[in-house]
């Protein structure tokens, strides 16, 4: 079973390298796929998409924080959605 999600983002720098995913709600082998930023990289503000690929549906909490080249950090965010 898979849900797509996607997210905001806004990056000064146009610097954006990786998307860090942690579980907060959900079965444990729920797996979150992170999504190609290359389509992204060089974008001041935009959007993109990421996969998770589940077991059993499930409602779902992940955080995710996105990091650039210098290791910046941003706020997290959470995003929730129901795998099907």
Same mark, same amino acid.
């Given at each position: 079973?898979?849900? +797509?999600? =996607?997210?905001?983002?806004?990056?000064?720098?146009?610097?954006?390298?990786?998307? +860090?995913?942690?579980?907060?709600?959900?079965?444990?082998?729920? $797996?979150?796929? @992170?999504? /190609?930023?290359? $389509?992204?990289?060089?974008?001041?503000?935009? @959007?993109?998409?990421?996969? #998770? #690929?589940?077991?059993?549906?499930?409602?779902? #909490?992940?955080?995710?924080?996105?990091? /650039?080249?210098?290791?910046?950090? =941003? /706020?997290?965010? +959470?995003?929730?959605?129901?795998?099907?």
């Amino acid at each position: 079973m898979e849900a +797509e999600g =996607s997210t905001r983002f806004r990056d000064p720098n146009a610097d954006l390298v990786r998307a +860090e995913f942690t579980r907060v709600e959900g079965d444990p082998t729920t $797996i979150p796929t @992170s999504p /190609d930023l290359s $389509i992204v990289q060089g974008s001041t503000r935009g @959007s993109f998409r990421f996969t #998770v #690929v589940a077991t059993q549906a499930q409602n779902m #909490v992940l955080r995710l924080v996105l990091v /650039d080249s210098a290791g910046l950090r =941003s /706020d997290p965010m +959470e995003c929730t959605f129901r795998v099907e």
